[in-house]
């Protein structure tokens, strides 16, 4: 017979540990939790000896038909927080409301005010470091951590942009926490090697040994089983062989590319499934410094600015989001003697709009395995792509700057996979509602970045935290 739980949860990222986090503290005392993961627990150890953050190669879990397109992912226990670079800036007022404002994407079915105190929350148990000298966007907390330190070159930009310019808010810890140490500002984010930044392993594995809680590792979720319209529980294949659990609630918290192939696989099915695969598109800049001496700071990414994020040119083309680099690596210094330190690299983060031909689906060759089909990024975000030669030079105008060059080509990814389960008020237009709960399976929650309907330039692992936190409150009967 099946074994019963109140709750499944799939997967053990940012998204099913801050649901659990919040969940734990009003669940009954007997209540029971199932949590699956189909990685394993590799250790900080395991991951510095073997130079990798997982012992499961995400190519062999899915299938990608694009030559250069890639989507970069952390099966294991933690998921993503094992390889993210812990960068936690929170998405502006206006990402929410993109069509009412300018007229392109679709708004979110919640608001920036509305989340606001779990942007917060996330803040507090990924202890951020933030600045202390103003925000972007509307906070009513300071950040639970004091600001790293700007270099040289970021004070520049701040004296010449005081209100777009800011230091960057992170996970990599400022000062030390009783779990993390302060951030050595080395470079090697990837796989801290002094366990500086925020893992789910380093801060919050204590969800899953709580005695309400049963985690098996190795576990993956074949499909959720369901009655009418009503989940019922999950098959899954452990040990070589398939297992059955029977719950009153379903959380799918995989990634994604996997969340909609589970719904897929299972035949719960809506036309917008899988659809919108996406994430942000960048561009690294390289300016030549005139006098100044980069990599100075406190951390390996330390300003974060908003000159070409909002505003009236979101109408025409992609907001850009910049990320200062405080990493003296070879293809970071200059070659010319006596100025080694005068460069910096930027990162240009740009927004994208959905693809309807962008989306994940049931391999034909494989049917136990996803397939990604990518046909490219938007015109909007390419507009802004090809805006950005005469943005940056406006930008440096009247620095102290001798002149700079812009990468050929995007990158490949950015690792913040975005887009397939998208929210919303109209089920005719979205899969899951404004609290991440499927529109035809009441019992049924979908959550992580699958869900957002837009793709703004901020990182979204704190937004999709926050709202795994939304979610739970609303699940567990708190006005939301």
């Not at 510095?48 to 899915?62: E, H, I, M």
């Not at 936190?469 to 006005?479: C, F, I, P």
Request: proline share 6%.
């Amino acid at each position: 017979m099946p074994e019963q739980y109140d709750v499944i949860c799939v997967g053990t990222g940012f998204a099913t540990s801050f649901f659990l986090l919040a969940y734990l503290k009003k669940a009954k005392p007997t209540e029971r939790i199932l949590v699956l993961e189909r990685g394993r627990l590799d250790t900080l150890g395991w991951q510095l000896d073997n130079k990798r953050s997982s012992s499961v190669d995400p190519k062999d879990t899915y299938i990608n038909r694009h030559k250069y397109k890639q989507w970069d992912y952390n099966p294991g226990f933690g998921g993503g927080s094992n390889r993210w670079w812990a960068c936690t800036p929170r998405m502006m007022p206006n990402d929410f409301q993109l069509e009412t404002k300018y007229g392109v994407g679709i708004d979110w079915p919640i608001s920036y005010d509305e989340i606001e105190d779990y942007y917060y929350q996330a803040e507090l148990a990924m202890a951020v470091s933030g600045p202390n000298d103003g925000s972007p966007y509307p906070r009513a907390n300071p950040y639970p951590q004091p600001p790293h330190m700007f270099s040289d070159a970021d004070r520049m930009f701040k004296k010449a942009y005081p209100d777009k310019y800011f230091i960057q808010p992170t996970a990599r810890a400022r000062v030390e926490t009783a779990n993390r140490n302060s951030c050595c500002a080395h470079g090697y984010c990837t796989i801290c090697p002094i366990d500086s930044k925020f893992t789910i392993l380093n801060e919050m594995a204590y969800l899953y040994d709580d005695p309400r809680v049963t985690l098996l590792m190795e576990a993956t979720v074949r499909n959720v089983e369901t009655r009418g319209n009503l989940a019922t529980g999950v098959t899954y294949f452990i040990d070589s062989g398939y297992k059955t659990a029977e719950s009153d609630l379903v959380v799918l918290g995989a990634n994604t590319i996997f969340n909609p192939f589970i719904l897929l696989k299972s035949g719960i099915n809506h036309q917008l499934t899988g659809k919108y695969l996406r994430e942000q598109v960048s561009k690294y800049v390289t300016i030549d410094l005139d006098g100044i001496d980069n990599f100075g700071g406190s951390t390996s990414i330390t300003g974060h600015g908003y000159m070409l994020y909002d505003g009236d040119h979101r109408s025409s083309h992609a907001g850009c989001l910049i990320e200062s680099l405080n990493v003296p690596h070879a293809f970071s210094l200059r070659p010319l003697r006596g100025r080694w330190r005068q460069r910096l690299i930027i990162k240009t983060v740009f927004e994208d709009l959905a693809r309807e031909d962008n989306y994940v689906k049931i391999s034909d060759e494989n049917p136990d395995l996803p397939e990604t089909v990518y046909s490219g990024h938007s015109d909007y975000a390419q507009r802004g792509i090809d805006a950005l030669p005469e943005l940056i030079a406006k930008m440096l105008s009247g620095l102290p700057v001798d002149n700079f060059e812009i990468a050929k080509r995007v990158n490949h990814t950015d690792s913040h996979i975005i887009g397939t389960v998208v929210m919303g008020n109209d089920p005719a237009k979205s899969v899951v509602d404004r609290y991440l709960i499927h529109h035809d399976y009441r019992n049924l929650v979908v959550l992580g970045s699958c869900t957002f309907p837009t793709a703004s330039p901020a990182n979204p692992a704190l937004t999709l935290s926050a709202l795994s936190l939304w979610s739970a409150d609303h699940l567990m009967g708190k006005a939301v």
